[in-house]
């Protein structure tokens, strides 16, 4: 084999070391790369916990200046209302003193009509004298129409004739009739008469108008328990009720109220 000349040994080992130049630039390339890579990573996470850490920081010191605000605001009363109303202390002295002014400039309600000042003495004596006789025959009609009712209601309630439910009716009324004759007021007596009984004010009305109506009429309360109509519906059934709801299913877009009405009254009734 020849041997190269100097010139090309020259110019061999002159492309070996810029080829092994070119590769120490590429691995030094390579490894700054890593580097940054590596450097920017730590930072981002150096930044982010440091920017974590003053976030929880001002989040916490914001709390709880606010809670400190909260715990120096004084509790407001309740009876306070939200929302002003113009009821203020001022408005109503404001008010006041606006219809004391106005009342300065009006007349009193005695102007607007004229006082009789004729002698009328005797006449009124007179009428006093027969309105007190008057009162007095009706006191007494009362009493003795009171005593007829009570009367009567005892015996209705020795007659054992009557349900529970209208003896107890009877008894409230008994005792309401009882109370008032003996100068009790009409509401007064009913309310402690359903009191007694366990109910309420509705309970007082209703001992009230069983009496004026017993007065009255001489009618005594009766009891509708157990004697409204029992009622069956045709819905019932599960043959009517499973044509209906076939109809529907095959006329859902364009059925109505009557369409369904004379549907059952022409076609599924009939067949019952």
Request: charged share 30%; hydrophobic share 30%.
């Amino acid at each position: 084999m020849p041997q190269l000349s100097k010139r090309k040994l020259q110019l061999k080992k002159s492309r070996e070391i810029r080829k092994a130049k070119r590769q120490r630039n590429a691995n030094n390339e390579t490894n700054n790369e890593t580097n940054n890579e590596t450097n920017n990573e730590v930072n981002n996470e150096v930044n982010n916990e440091a920017n974590n850490k003053a976030n929880n920081k001002a989040n916490n010191e914001a709390n709880n200046a606010f809670k400190r605000l909260l715990q120096a605001v004084p509790e407001v009363s309740t009876y306070r209302p939200l929302v002003y109303v113009g009821n203020s202390k001022r408005s109503r002295r404001r008010r006041r003193q606006i219809q004391r002014e106005a009342a300065v400039r009006t007349s009193k309600l005695e102007s607007f009509w004229s006082q009789v000042t004729t002698d009328v003495s005797s006449s009124s004596s007179d009428n006093n004298s027969e309105t007190e006789s008057e009162s007095t025959s009706e006191i007494e009609d009362n009493v003795n129409l009171y005593n007829l009712a009570i009367e009567q209601l005892e015996n209705e309630v020795k007659s054992n004739s009557h349900n529970e439910i209208e003896s107890a009716h009877l008894n409230a009324m008994l005792s309401y009739l009882r109370l008032v004759k003996c100068g009790e007021g009409k509401t007064k007596a009913s309310v402690t008469v359903a009191k007694a009984t366990g109910k309420n004010i509705y309970r007082a009305r209703s001992i009230r108008a069983w009496t004026s109506n017993y007065l009255q009429n001489g009618t005594l309360p009766v009891s509708r328990q157990g004697k409204h109509p029992k009622t069956w519906s045709f819905l019932w059934d599960d043959d009517v009720l499973l044509q209906i709801k076939s109809f529907l299913r095959l006329n859902k877009w364009c059925v109505s109220s009557k369409d369904l009405t004379n549907y059952v009254n022409d076609e599924v009734l009939p067949k019952l």
